[in-house]
């Protein structure tokens, strides 16, 4: 009887979670260690009232009309200057403090200094060696922003009432 009540409470908070944010599967390892492979995260539902800043991890469509969704961080906004120097990212003339990327996932590549466009947004992975980000496609239109992860976990651990907020 009381694994009936905990299933059936597990089963209520999942589905008052699912309709209150729209979940995600990670698919890969560019978001690594911060997401997982396989992690569910959960984003806000409505991209048209979200208020989008530096270290948030949204869910953006890189093509209109495709299924195909990339999580990924937000480095640069619009109006931002930003530039990769052996590994390092720069943003408006500051290095970017990155507590979130390994030392072993930072790289030592480099890249030109990139002015984002009005309603466009530069992303990147934190899994800096393998992520295809920004620097491959370019920014990204603010309209192609579907979400931001509110908070992840693995479904296991969600069924057990756990979860962690995900951020810098």
Not at 74 to 79: E, K, N, R, T, Y
Not at 112 to 123: D, I, M, Q, W
């Amino acid at each position: 009887m009381l694994l009936l009540a905990a299933v059936c409470c597990s089963s209520i908070v999942l589905m008052c979670v699912c309709l209150a944010f729209q979940p995600v599967m990670v698919s890969g390892y560019s978001m690594t260690p911060t997401l997982d492979n396989q992690e569910l995260v959960f984003t806000t539902r409505h991209s048209d009232h979200i208020r989008l800043s530096r270290g948030d991890i949204v869910v953006a469509r890189l093509f209109p009309h495709s299924g195909v969704l990339v999580v990924k961080r937000i480095v640069g906004l619009p109006g931002d200057t930003v530039w990769i120097s052996t590994g390092t990212v720069w943003v408006n003339g500051r290095r970017l403090t990155e507590l979130y990327v390994l030392p072993a996932r930072v790289g030592v590549g480099s890249m030109a200094t990139v002015h984002v466009p009005r309603g466009r947004y530069f992303l990147l992975g934190d899994n800096r060696v393998i992520s295809h980000d920004s620097r491959e496609w370019g920014c990204v239109e603010q309209s192609a922003i579907v979400s931001k992860v509110v908070f992840a976990c693995r479904l296991s651990t969600l069924l057990r009432g756990r979860a962690r907020p995900v951020g810098m």
